[in-house]
Structures are given as structure tokens and as C-alpha cells.
């Protein structure tokens, strides 16, 4: 079976004097507790779990968690809680965390949200199980802030009794931020009753209820948000869409005309600004602008589905045409034009090979050689022909190469001539990559 360790450690200076100091020494753990937690590990089989671990948990029941048959089949991370706040995990770790089958399980004794907060501008997960090992119920940890956005959020906790605090059951709560500030109570630990991770997580934003979310927007950006000259609604696909969504999901909003910088959203001095800025502050909660995602904005900000795609053009001056002087070497391929040298060279040869075999001169040495068999090429006729019969066989074989290469040429000839040649447009990338505008 393939196990996937992913052990962090860091140096633990956190909270070392004020925290630890309320929590007692050896805090009691009953098994009931390991033995709910491993109940609600179950449902999770097959996912990976990030485990954050408080160092005041004892080093035993540490071991014990450790043990269970459900951790041990999970995939699992564990990382000290009392690593220092400041770290920021890189790129590669933010993408385990907020997976979609990854629970963050969080054991804790002392409320952890002083160390979770700084550690979720990054991580954001998705689903996050508190499970609590203090000695008295602590659900005030729910209405923290910094899990007011997370999408699928359990507490197991002891039920608080009236009496004189032993009662020993355990409830699972969870809570609507939209719905009540104080958390609700999803049920007592049961594993028949919790038998699956939907009854453990349910849906925590099922409706707004009304509330009024005040959105950045900029009403300068037809077609998908702007202002109709006409009557001055707001109108634009953007805008549609936020209506059919407020009318679904039952919330208002306000809008802003433009960012007070007038701006869009990019980083300027390293931070965010304009419209993006006001999101990134907390002034506004989100946008219905159409915006091109960059790696930085992607990197900060949750976007929607993509629903515009663009297409991109270059745009180049079109060249001007090849000189005309070029036109005279063009016909013919560079390699058909060495291949025509070469032939003329080796004729010559030929000839003048043959003068000296035969030992009768007609043409004359090499001077007139060439210029004798150039008069094929040129399509001027012979002014003597050979006598002997083999002779004559070469300057036929000759006249008819001649024949071929002059014709290809004056017939391309006239081609350039009718038509002006430029030089090859850019259709491609790799086009753009040879060409000298990079
Ligand atoms: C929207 O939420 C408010 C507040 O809870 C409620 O009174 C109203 O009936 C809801 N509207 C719809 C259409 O559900
Ligand atoms: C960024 O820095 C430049 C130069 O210091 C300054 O002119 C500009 O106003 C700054 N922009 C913002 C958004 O702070
Ligand atoms: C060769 O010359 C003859 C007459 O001298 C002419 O009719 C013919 O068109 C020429 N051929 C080429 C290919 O120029």
C-alpha cells in the first residue's frame, strides 16, 4: 500500500508564555474521545488528512491518535502546531491543502485560531474538522473569523452538561454564518447517524438570507457592466447575472461607480489597487467585472467559472515587395542553379577532353569550349557541329539538358514578373519565433 508521509516540522516559539500557561500539565484525554475521533476518520477513507497537532497535547495520546487503524490507512500530513506563524508554505504545499479530498483535522486543547489565521490567507481549505481534546466544551472557536469562509466545517465537542461536567458525550456542531452567530448542533456522535461525510459537513452557505453584499464594481466596462445611456440602469451580461443570482441565492448588494482610484486591479508597490484593492482590503466583498486572469490575480483572488474566452491578433506593417533584381535568380532553387554550374564544368571538361582524343580541333581549347556549350543554354544555335558520330551524340544530350533547364526558367520568369512577390507572411508561432520581430 502506498503511503504518502509529508512530515513538516518547525522550531516552536509560538505562544511559548502566555497559552500554555492556562492549559493544565497533563490534560485527561479519555478513550472515548480517540474513539469517536476514529469513528469520524472513517468517513474519510481514501482522502488525505492534514493533521494539525497542539504540542500540549500529550506525547501518549499523540501516539494513540497515530495508532489508529483509520489514520494509519489514510494518507496523512502532519504538521506541528506550533510551527512559526510567519512561514509561508510554498506554491506546491498550497495545492495539497486545498484539494478537494483533503480534510484538515485539527486536534486542539488550546483555542487555535492565533495559529491558523496567518497559515489560511494561504491555504484556504475546503473541508476542516476541529476535534477538540480540551476537558470543557469551547464552541466560541467556531464564530472566530477565520473559519467564517470555509466551505465544509465541523467541531466535535464534548455537549456541555449542566451539571458537574461529566458527562462524557459527543456532539458535532458546525455553524451558519448567514443564518445565527452561535453554532448549531448537528447531532451526538453517533456512527450510525453520521454515516456520511455530506451528514458530517452539511451545506453551510445553502442561502444568504437577505444579506446585503457590497460589491466593487466599475460601471465603465460595456458590454458586461456599465451604465445604459438611455435611462442610466445598470445593465451588461455581468449584471444578469448578478440578478438571477441574487434572486436564486436571496441577497441584495450595493455597487461602487468606479474604484476611488479609478483603477482595475494590478499590484502597484506591492500591494493590490483599484477595484481588485478594495476585495483584497475587505472594503467590498467581490466583483462582477470582467477581468483577464494573470498569475497574480489568480494567486490572491477565487474566480468564478471562466465565461469569455479571447482571441488575440498581432497586428504587422505588410512588408514591401522583394527588389526586382531578385527576380533574375529566383526561378531556380540555389541547388538547381549549383547543379547547372557543375554540369557546365563537367561538359566543358568533356569537350575539351574529347578535342584532345580526337586530336582534331573544332572549337578550340577551353576559352571556346565554354562558350560553345553555353550557346545551348542561351538558345542560340550551333555554328558547327561535330564530325564524328559520338561526338554529336554528346552535344545532342547536351542541347536537350539545355532545352529543359532554359525552359523551367523563362516559364517561372514569367510567373514572378506577373506577380509581385513578398516575403512569407507570419502564420505561425514558430513563424514569429524565426522572424527578426522578436
Ligand atoms: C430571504 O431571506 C429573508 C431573511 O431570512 C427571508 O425573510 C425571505 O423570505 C427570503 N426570501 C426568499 C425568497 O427566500
Ligand atoms: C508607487 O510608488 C511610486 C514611486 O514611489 C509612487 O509615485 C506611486 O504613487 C506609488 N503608488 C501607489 C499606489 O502607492
Ligand atoms: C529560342 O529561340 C527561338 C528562335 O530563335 C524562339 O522561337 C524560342 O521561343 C526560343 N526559346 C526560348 C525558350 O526562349
Redesign the pocket.
Known sequence: MDRQYILLFGLFVLYADDGWSLVPKRPFISTRKLEVLSEALDLFRGWTVILYLDPAVPGQTQQSVMALEEMQETFHTTINLGVNERWRPDQQVVALSQGISVLHLVLFIADPTQFLQPLWLDWKPLHLLLFSLAPSSCLDVLSEEVFSSIRSLALIDEIPSEGNGKSNAMGVFTILPFSSSRATFLGKWNPQFFTRREILFPDRFPAFEGYRFELATTLDDEPFLYQRKSDNAISGSGMRMLAALSASLNFTYTMTESAPDHKWGRMENGTWVGILGMIYRKEKKFTVNCFGMTYERMRDFAASEQYLVYSCGAFLLRPHPLATWRNVYRPLQPLVWAAVIASLVVAVGLLTLQERVAGAAMVGGVGSSWLYLLRGPL???LPALPRTVWRQMFVGVWYLYC?II??A??CNLIAIFTRPTYPQHLHTLQHLVDSHYR
Open positions: 538558345n542560340q544555335s532545352l532554359s525552359g526558367y523563362t
